[in-house]
């Protein structure tokens, strides 16, 4: 049976000792695997629930057109978010157009001038440093007169609470925690660490809105932040929650006040979640949500794979090999720009669209230096199919993820290892 994948591989384009490496990576993985299959079923069972719970109809695939009122789709929809994330509320739309866009409507209609807002956890993701006007940019939230401060984390990658709890002030009005380390080498944080970190912040001003930035940590494990006290968790639809299916779109649980406020900013005052309709959209929300736990899984057992293939190799990778894991992105450093860009070459060629063409280095909006991106997926642009982007810049890292099967992952994984191989930047003597 191995000797037919063996054939099938080589067919592909992967060597006899790729392919035999990958495998004797994978057969020591059994047991984790197994863990996720566990966390899988559990959320799977979560979602159920709760299409359950609000009697999601057939009439309930179908959309609106126009103003969108009485849209039953659309609200059950959001109701069905607010169950999985045990929040009052919820704003799921095909309006919200992606991660950054849902994080600014987050922000910008829930803090008013003079407020302030602060990050605990460091530097947040590129594209919000617009967002929030670190790097000056029209519509900020710095032009709206909305202050902001940041603690930096440990170099440990500990909490700083001395240095939190005198940032924390008469103004600070929002509390903003990225789960994931996005386009960073700092760690991922656990549930259980957000949720330490929001009682702390709790303890010293109750009132404080806690908004987590979940993006690529949804159905990671088997809580979400909405689970140990945030306020608000936020999130893109072509990432995990999608499940691959949602082809745009943008979420936001919450409690009642913060969902509300988001609404009425993302419509209009008086309009908030009355219109807006969804089209023919909604069965591939629907459907993805119902598939997203197993395919989070499926891009999860490829960052380990993909982890535990590089480390063996002697690069540094975060998370490593060992570690548990928090959100289904794995960064690999390579030390060079050749490196990042066979592997994103790679990652390309195992694509199921686009694959014979070449990914270059690009000046992408919102990122400060060029980015190389590898995604031959069916949604464009979308980062739960596999996907790898590679700032070019020190310390030439590239961050991996994705992958709806994990089958697909572990054979683009082999595929990045391949074109490695094949440029000479790795010997083909395996461990
Ligand atoms: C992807 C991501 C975003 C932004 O989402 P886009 O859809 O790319 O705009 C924000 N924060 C984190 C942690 C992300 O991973």
Redesign the pocket.
């Known amino acids: 049976m191995k000797e037919d994948l063996k054939t099938q591989y080589a067919a592909m384009g992967i060597s006899e000792e790729v392919y035999a490496y990958g495998e004797r990576v994978e057969s020591a993985l059994k047991e984790r695997f197994m863990a996720i299959d566990e966390v899988a079923e559990y959320n799977q069972l979560k979602v159920l629930a709760a299409m359950q719970a609000h009697q999601v109809s057939e009439a309930c695939l179908l959309g609106t057109s126009g103003y969108g009122y009485n849209d039953l789709g659309r609200d059950t929809l959001e109701q069905v978010y607010a169950s999985v994330f045990h929040t009052q509320d919820a704003l799921v739309r095909p309006q919200i157009t992606?991660?950054?866009?849902a994080?600014a409507l987050a922000l910008l209609s829930n803090l008013r001038p003079g407020d302030e807002l602060l990050s605990p956890v460091g530097k947040p993701?590129d594209?919000?440093e617009e967002v929030i006007g670190i790097r000056p940019s029209k519509g900020s939230l710095q032009e709206y007169g909305i202050s902001y401060r940041q603690v930096d984390l440990l170099p440990d990658g500990g909490f700083d609470y001395d240095n939190i709890k005198m940032a924390i002030n008469e103004k600070t009005k929002l509390v903003t925690i990225?789960r994931?380390k996005?386009y960073q080498t700092r760690p991922t944080l656990s549930v259980a660490r957000i949720g330490e970190l929001i009682a702390f912040i709790k303890g010293i001003k109750p009132d404080i809105i806690c908004m987590v930035?979940n993006?690529?940590g949804e159905f990671v494990e088997k809580l979400e932040p909405s689970d140990v006290g945030a306020d608000m968790v936020v999130g893109?639809l072509?990432?995990n929650p999608g499940g691959g299916l949602a082809p745009i779109g943008g979420y936001i649980a919450g409690t009642k006040e913060c969902v509300e406020n988001a609404a009425y900013r993302l419509t209009s005052p008086g309009l908030g979640k009355e219109v807006g309709a969804s089209l023919g959209i909604l069965n591939d929300f629907y459907q993805g949500l119902f598939l997203a736990p197993t395919v989070t899984a499926g891009a999860l057992k490829g960052a380990i794979f993909a982890a535990n293939i590089y480390e063996n190799l002697g690069f540094a990778v975060v998370p490593d090999g060992q570690e548990s894991r928090h959100d289904i992105i794995q960064a690999v450093t390579f030390g060079t720009p050749e490196g990042v860009i066979a592997f994103c070459q790679g990652i390309q060629a195992a694509a199921p669209v686009d694959a014979h063409v070449t990914p270059e280095p690009w000046d992408m909006p919102g990122y400060d230096s060029q980015v190389i991106m590898a995604a031959g997926a069916f949604v464009s642009g979308s980062?739960i199919e596999l996907s790898a982007d590679g700032p070019i810049k020190p310390p030439y890292a590239v961050y991996f993820q994705g992958g709806l099967t994990w089958q697909h992952a572990k054979f683009g994984i082999l595929k990045s290892l391949q074109a490695l191989v094949d440029k000479g930047i790795v010997s083909k003597k395996f461990p």
């Open positions: 992606c991660g950054t866009h994080l993701y594209t919000l990225q994931s996005g930035d993006c690529y893109s072509i990432k980062s």
